[in-house]
């Protein structure tokens, strides 16, 4: 059974850069399209970026492009998030998730397998 496990977040100035991981175990990601999903209190999980299987099709969220990158190492089995020049409206819990097969879009409801979430908070 595939289990995913957030890292790296934290506490960061505005401007800042934090990356986060998610190491899976118990299958390989090889044949999983991966997410990054954030939820800030009082709102809906949201889609931050998506990358299919073999990493040839990403998608980002209008909002954090240009500034968060999403990749995956599928030899370590560890998905990341590297987050660029971070603002107060990027504090959420962060949710790596994973779906089998490349039929998805980087929705909430395509994605089966999440991990806990790692808090990102941005501030002064």
């Known amino acids: 059974q595939l289990q995913l496990v957030e890292s790296g977040g934290g506490l960061v100035q505005p401007g800042g850069s934090l990356r986060l991981s998610c190491a899976a175990s118990?299958?390989?990601?090889?044949?999983?399209?991966i997410g990054w999903f954030r939820q800030a209190p009082g709102k809906e999980r949201e889609g931050v970026s998506c990358m299919s299987s073999s990493g040839d099709s990403t998608y980002y969220a209008d909002s954090v492009k240009g500034r968060f990158t999403i990749s995956r190492d599928n030899a370590k089995n560890t998905v990341y998030l590297q987050m660029n020049s971070l603002k107060p409206e990027d504090t959420a819990v962060y949710y790596c998730?994973?779906?089998?097969?490349?039929?998805?879009?980087?929705?909430?409801?395509?994605?089966?397998?999440w991990g806990q979430g790692t808090q990102v908070t941005v501030s002064s």
């Open positions: 118990g299958v390989t990601l090889d044949y999983y399209a």
């Open positions: 998730a994973a779906k089998y097969g490349d039929n998805w879009s980087c929705l909430v409801t395509y994605f089966f397998s």
